[in-house]
């Protein structure tokens, strides 16, 4: 599982709300990626970062912000939640040439 | 904007067939090409295919990219129950901070009945 935490798991929450999904790693690794995934459409990058501190929009980015205060830790908010952002949120991590994942979160905005 | 595309996008066959998964890619700067796995949790990595003609094999899975074509097939003989699953093609990108930045295809939804 390349060490790889979210929390929470599952999460639902009301339009409107600020909602934070941790991603934890505990091997060092330098890239970090948050994807979402919906029926039809695969797995799609939300943002991604290269180190502490350096971010960079993904294909739907839009509703999302990111930070990276330390290298284990990736933080995606979604500032206003949507009904639009229900989905399952998946976390990455780079290693060599191949991304692995975690669990995932699935976030129901009601 | 980098574009994958998958063939079917879904696939209904009894254990014991062979079936053979289609992607394409259209991608500015390619690194490399890889297929996943997703059963009801997490995707999970099966290979890694950056030059042309070379095959790669698992067991009863394996997979060959054409960069010419831009695609790649992935090849399941025997199928068994077990197979039934989300199979995902995803295509790296080479650039910059960009590097390994993937972008995935629909994904395939395979169905192995007993």
């Known amino acids: 599982d390349a060490g790889i935490t979210q929390s929470p798991r599952h999460k639902v929450t009301e339009t409107g709300t600020p909602v934070t999904l941790r991603c934890h790693q505990t091997e060092n690794h330098r890239y970090m990626y948050w994807y979402r995934q919906d029926p039809g459409h695969g797995l799609r990058l939300i943002h991604y970062s290269y180190g502490v501190k350096d971010t960079d929009k993904g294909e739907v980015s839009d509703g999302y912000s990111v930070s990276r205060s330390k290298t284990e830790d990736f933080l995606l908010t979604l500032e206003s939640a949507t009904s639009s952002q229900t989905s399952v949120y998946f976390c990455a991590i780079r290693e060599e040439d191949t991304q692995y994942f975690g669990p995932g979160t699935r976030l129901t905005v009601l | 904007e980098d574009k994958v595309v998958q063939s079917p996008l879904s696939l209904v066959v009894h254990e014991g067939d062979t079936v053979t998964l289609n992607c394409s890619y259209e991608?500015?700067?390619?690194?490399?090409l890889l297929w996943y796995k997703q059963e009801k949790k997490a995707p999970t990595f099966l290979f890694m295919l950056?030059?042309?003609?070379i095959e790669k094999k698992s067991g009863r899975l394996s997979s060959i990219l054409d960069k010419k074509e831009l695609s790649s097939i992935l090849n399941i003989t025997a199928t068994q129950t077990g197979d039934s699953a989300i199979y995902l093609c995803?295509?790296?990108?080479?650039?910059?901070?960009?590097?390994?930045?993937?972008?995935f295809g629909q994904g395939t939804i395979l169905t192995v009945h007993p």
């Open positions: 950056t030059s042309s003609g």
């Open positions: 991608v500015t700067n390619f690194r490399s």
């Open positions: 995803a295509v790296a990108n080479a650039g910059g901070t960009s590097y390994g930045k993937l972008t």
